[in-house]
């Protein structure tokens, strides 16, 4: 019984130098739609759904097989936005269900993808979209991100 106290010890001082070295989860900061940029990522940001348009609804081939692959594959084009302005969310698979015109949803991890030169704002596997109790804004819609278009230029410098 002694040799076990010991090492009791000696183990709660390795957790609480694990704990020590362990960086402490950070407070998300969430950022309004009008600061986001083409091929950023992190972002959080609470929106109101304006309106939601089912592009693809794919039932599976063959009902016998199981897998991600074999599963319906479900995307939505969603106009989203705060009081500062709108942009294009593209909701996958169960984000569909979630993104109801009227609804207010949280957007953690979200990032800009950019389709056919303008920015959609995307949560993958890494994010999580949820719904939230309603907001007191309106949707800023006439300030609509996705409607910029943007070129890729390469700048050669000259030396």
């Known amino acids: 019984m002694e040799s076990k106290a010991p090492s009791t010890a000696t183990q709660q001082q390795a957790n609480a130098a ?6 402490s989860l950070r407070k998300p900061v969430f950022v309004k739609v009008e600061s986001l940029k083409p091929g950023t990522n992190g972002h959080t940001l609470v929106v ?9 609804d794919k039932k599976p081939r063959s009902q016998t097989f199981r897998g991600p692959q074999y599963q319906n594959s479900k995307i939505a084009e969603c106009l989203v936005g705060d009081e500062t302005g709108a942009i294009l969310f593209t909701a996958r698979n169960d984000q569909v269900d979630l993104m109801k015109p009227g609804n207010t949803v949280v957007l953690r991890n979200a990032k800009i993808d950019m389709f056919k030169g303008s920015m959609r704002l995307a949560v993958d596997k890494w994010g999580l ?16 991100l996705s409607l910029v278009e943007y070129e890729l230029v390469n700048v050669i410098e000259e030396s």
């Open 48 to 56: 109101k759904v304006v309106r939601s348009n089912t592009v693809l």
């Open 18 to 23: 694990a704990a020590a070295t362990k960086p």
């Open 129 to 144: 979209v949820e719904v939230t109790e309603p907001q007191a804004f309106d949707v800023k819609e006439d300030n609509n």
